[in-house]
């Protein structure tokens, strides 16, 4: 959709039902642990 990824992955996040939506913190942590080659 063009989105860059961190928008991307925020938007999937709010489709998450909210008792198991993992908070911003958490994603924040866990795309900063991701690889970044494709």
Known sequence: HGNAAQISVEIGRGDIPSQAQP??????EALSAAPTDA
């Open 23 to 28: 908070s911003f913190a958490e994603m924040e």
